[in-house]
């Protein structure tokens, strides 16, 4: 069939009273199952959105309409519930997909064969992108780099650059793809082939085909189910869905449902899922987890549109044959009413606030307005010709905040991280609302208001009513803040010195109290030392400070430091013979289960633990040793460590009693007490000096499947090796992508890490770059010669993970170790900087996100007093690396802290490497500062 054919046909099927008749709308069928899918969609927007008191404000609150025949979008006003303008698109626009970002909107235009790139601040299309023949559905990676476009008249798969609004590359797939899904984690594309009766699978790392799968008769859609384990294929042609396994692509089963499915969508809680069947009249509710078909819900003439309140309750169903609504209980058969709409409604929604159901109608070319405190319909506005889709906005998302407690009597600064925020989107702590003091689609910051002592969740609201939270994210305390921070090990010996460095982040000098605790808690020196307004204190030789002693104390313990105004800070442990330095990271808080990424007592490298309680009672501590593989290799239960107090120990694999191992420990205060712990990493036979580098305890709590590893590199110089740990009691499938400092994708692999174990892969760049095979990445053989690559790693985990890197100079195998991290921050500080003498300091920063990041690097010295300063952009998902960052600021003979402010408010992580030309070295991370 042509077409043009398929386009008459859709024609035919708008006139009046269209589809009465069941064989008739089968026979037409082929057309509108190119755009059924986006049913599934709207469906969508109406259940993923929280709840809301009603009669919020909606001030400058968008949606849009996709008109098919009139070639343009419709802007919405919420308030008004009115069209206020249309933007002309390509011919014949299907749908309408918001980027995460909520700046931009792509329209696919199935006969112009193009892609419309709307500026939703503009209003207007910026760009236009060819595409294959008839393109009938659009999804975008989640982080809105990449476009996927299936394209149903050429029987391929368009990928495009957003950033650059260029086609990337065209696949082949099944014949007439007419669906795309895409998995929550970016990884794999289902794409539903209705002429070939299959689904595609494809890999987003390298855009390569996986598998195909065959489905069912005439596949119009697939969905995923919320967890994203399963795969729903709706098919048209047999009367059944085809439900895949997402992990294996294996079909789990068939589920016969009604006559001609073709509209689809899942309850929040992913329990159930509903299925419209057009040729029967019905709904399937089907049992997800079963897998049956539980109640069957008879509603009007050919139902096509589904959506569900955010509890799940309720069902709307735009009837397309009788031009009603059918509304009924999802826990009752018997319950269902019906709301008299226009001629051929397609597509139903519901608004976040849930206050109103929205329904597009094809051949009376406007939308009904239904209430649902009456369900009635209380208005009809008047769109473009045959409305296909009514769309909202993404709702919010919050990843994280940059500091999670603060005065009850408000005034704390705060960075809430996030995507898809809308100018005029509010905040509250608790039902307290803070002030906004700057805003951009991915980050605002705020000023909290005042509310009783206790932990609250973090909300943030979007004009048109969609939210979304972070529960028990902030703490209220009572009275003025005290600021503090922990080192875990400070020690004074023949072989090792401390030196603490203190940041004041605030506008006010500050005196810090800092105190010396022995290994029993006991306070044993404490002084004040004062740090000028967004100043450094570095304290060399702090125990000898602190003792008032000119000499080596011969002392070991943890140091904390307090204060009135917003503190961080680092101590560097010094190698006196090599002058090597190890970086500890100030802790501010601790937990009761921390994981080492990994201890050694192989070869030559040795691992000494510290482990600080931080409760005024003692600690019952377990330790567990495993090997890679994950299996227990030693342990050692019931150790106590004193109220305060420290367990220390220079080699703690023999001292559990492993010998030639190396692997992950775990530590677990049974009885609750919070605790933080740090492991150094050395060599034995250092060749001209290695102090090796900090592995600090990471938290249980804070494993992710998403993490960037902000730099690696491999050069004649250096080169990176990658650990992966996997804490859970399931093996986790990892997919590793390789970006370049242009923000390209350059290479990708995966590898297993077993359960409870860690997988390390060596020289990891130039492996990824050298895998033809498509081996496991911890398989690869190491090809012999350097990439001369620099750029960083985004890894992407089935299980959450803790991923930890170590960079090591290829002369002495010195290593420096640093962390993975999950998100970046539109305001960061790294604590120290320097040029002086014979240490030089890096500085990396990588653009978490698909828009352009505009950053000012300022440096003040230990007085505070800025010094030098520079602005640089970095590309969408790019990366900002300068080896001599101090220089390039025109300096020389400095040091001091050094702020990155990222002036559009796209979020940025930030490292520095500080090293010396005795080619030893150690990372500093940034934190957040508001």
């Known amino acids: 069939m042509s077409l043009t054919d398929k386009r008459h046909l859709l024609a035919d099927a708008t006139a009046s009273n269209l589809c009465s008749c069941v064989p ?94 709307i500026d939703l601040s503009l209003q207007g299309v910026v760009a236009t992108i060819p595409v294959g023949m008839a393109p009938a559905s659009l999804v975008l990676s989640p982080n809105d780099r990449y476009g996927y476009v299936v394209n149903g008249g050429s029987n391929d ?32 594309l289902f794409i539903a082939n209705q002429d070939s009766n299959d689904v595609t699978v494809v890999n987003t790392a390298d855009n390569s085909p996986v598998t195909t799968i065959a489905v069912g008769s005439k596949p119009n859609q697939v969905g995923l189910t919320p967890d994203n384990k399963q795969a729903f294929v709706i098919n048209t042609g047999s009367n059944n869905v085809t439900v895949i396994d997402t992990a294996s692509f294996a079909v789990l089963r068939t589920i016969a449902v009604g006559n001609n499915p073709v509209g689809l ?66 826990t009752d058969a018997s319950s269902v009413d019906s709301i008299a709409v226009g001629l051929f409604p397609f597509s139903i929604v519901l608004d976040p606030n849930e206050d109103f159901v929205y329904v597009t109608n094809l051949n009376s070319n406007n939308v009904s307005v239904i209430s649902t405190n009456t369900d009635t319909v209380v208005k009809t506005v008047s769109v473009g010709s045959t409305p296909l889709q009514f769309a909202f906005l993404n709702a919010p998302t919050l990843l994280g905040i940059s500091q999670d407690s603060g005065s009850n009597g408000g005034g704390t600064t705060l960075q809430i991280i996030g995507s898809g925020f809308v100018e005029g989107a509010t905040v509250d702590l608790g039902g307290s609302a803070a002030t906004l003091i700057s805003f951009s689609p991915y ?115 943890s140091l904390r430091v307090s204060a009135s105004q917003p503190i961080s800070g ?58 890679t593989s994950g299996s227990i290799v030693a342990s050692r239960n019931n150790l106590t460590i004193a109220a305060n107090g420290s367990f220390e120990n220079p080699d703690i694999l023999t001292f559990l009693g492993a010998t030639g191992k190396f692997g992950p420990l775990e530590i677990l205060a049974t009885n609750g007490a919070l605790l933080v712990a740090t492991s150094r990493v050395f060599s034995n036979n250092p060749a001209g000096g290695t102090n090796g580098g900090f592995l600090e305890g990471q938290s249980y709590n804070q494993t992710f499947k998403a993490l960037f590893m902000p730099f690696v590199i491999d050069t004649a110089e250096f080169r990176t090796n990658l650990g992966l740990n996997n804490p859970g009691s399931t093996n986790a499938k990892v997919t590793v992508l390789f970006i370049n400092k242009a923000g390209d994708r350059q290479a990708s692999g995966t590898t297993t890490v077993p359960a409870g174990g860690l997988t390390q892969i060596n020289s990891i760049v130039r492996k990824m770059l050298s895998n033809p095979s498509k081996l496991d990445l911890s398989l690869v053989p190491d090809p012999g010669f350097t990439s001369n690559q620099e750029g960083y790693l985004e890894i992407v985990s089935t299980q959450p993970l803790f991923a930890w890197a170590s960079q090591i100079d290829n002369s002495n195998n010195d290593p420096s170790l640093e962390i993975g991290q999950r998100l970046g921050f ?43 300063s520079r602005t640089v952009a970095i590309p969408a998902n790019g990366l900002f690396f300068d080896d001599d960052i101090l220089t390039s600021l025109n300096l020389s003979e400095q040091f001091g802290p050094l702020e990155i402010s990222v002036t559009n408010g796209v979020p940025v992580i930030a490292i520095s490497r500080v090293y010396s030309t005795n080619r030893t070295s150690a990372f500093f991370e940034a934190k957040p500062v508001d």
């Open 24 to 117: 008739t709308c089968q026979g037409k069928g082929p057309s509108y199952e190119r755009l059924w899918h986006t049913l599934v969609i709207t469906a969508w927007v109406g259940v993923s959105t929280l709840f809301l008191t009603q009669n919020q404000g909606l001030a400058a609150a968008r949606t849009y309409v996709v008109n098919n025949t009139t070639n343009n979008v419709a802007v919405w006003d919420l308030q008004a519930n009115s069209v206020v303008g249309t933007i002309a698109v390509g011919n014949n626009p299907t749908e309408i997909t918001f980027a995460g970002n909520n700046l931009f909107a792509y329209v696919p235009n199935e006969t112009s064969n193009s892609v419309s790139v």
């Open 157 to 188: 798969l368009t990928i495009f650059d957003t950033s650059e609004n260029t086609v990337l590359t065209t696949l082949p797939v099944g014949i007439t793809p007419v669906s795309i899904n895409i998995s929550s984690n970016g990884l794999y």
């Open 265 to 330: 969508t899942f309850s929040v809680d992913g329990q159930w899922g509903y299925v419209t069947n057009r040729g029967s009249n019905t709904v399937s509710q089907i049992n997800v987890a079963q897998g049956i078909v539980t109640t069957t819900f008879n509603v009007g003439t050919a139902p096509i549109g589904i959506a569900l309140t955010g509890d799940g309750r309720f069902a709307y169903v735009s009837n397309s044959g009788s031009n009603s609504v059918s509304v009924f209980d999802t």
């Open 443 to 557: 980050s605002l910051k705020v000023s909290t208001g005042n509310h009783s002592p206790g932990t609250v969740s973090v909300n943030v609201t979007n004009p048109d009513q969609s939210s979304d939270s972070l529960p028990q994210g902030f703490s209220y305390s009572a009275g003025s803040p005290t600021f503090q921070i922990l080192i875990p090990s400070s020690l004074d010996t023949n072989s090792f010195r401390t030196n603490l460095g203190i940041n004041n982040v605030s506008g006010s000098a500050t005196n810090a109290m800092v105190s010396l605790f022995d290994t029993n808690g006991n306070i044993v020196a404490s002084q004040s030392y004062n740090v000028p307004s967004r100043g450094l204190n570095q304290v060399n030789s702090v125990n000898q400070s602190l003792l008032a002693s000119g000499s080596i104390t011969n002392t070991t313990g």
């Open 570 to 627: 680092f101590a560097s442990i010094i190698d006196n013979a090599s002058q090597d330095p190890s970086l500890e990271l100030a802790a501010r808080k601790g937990d009761s289960h921390l994981l080492v990424p990994s201890v050694t007592n192989f070869l030559a490298f040795r691992s000494n633990l510290v482990v600080k309680n931080l409760s005024s009672f003692a600690a019952n501590v377990n330790l567990t040793a495993r090997d």
């Open 826 to 868: 539109a305001k960061l500080l790294l604590s120290s900087s320097t040029n002086k003498g014979l240490f030089r300091s890096t500085l990396s920063l990588l653009n978490t996100q698909s828009a352009e990041a505009h950053i000012e690097i300022l440096f003040r010295n230990t007085s505070g007093a800025v010094q030098g």
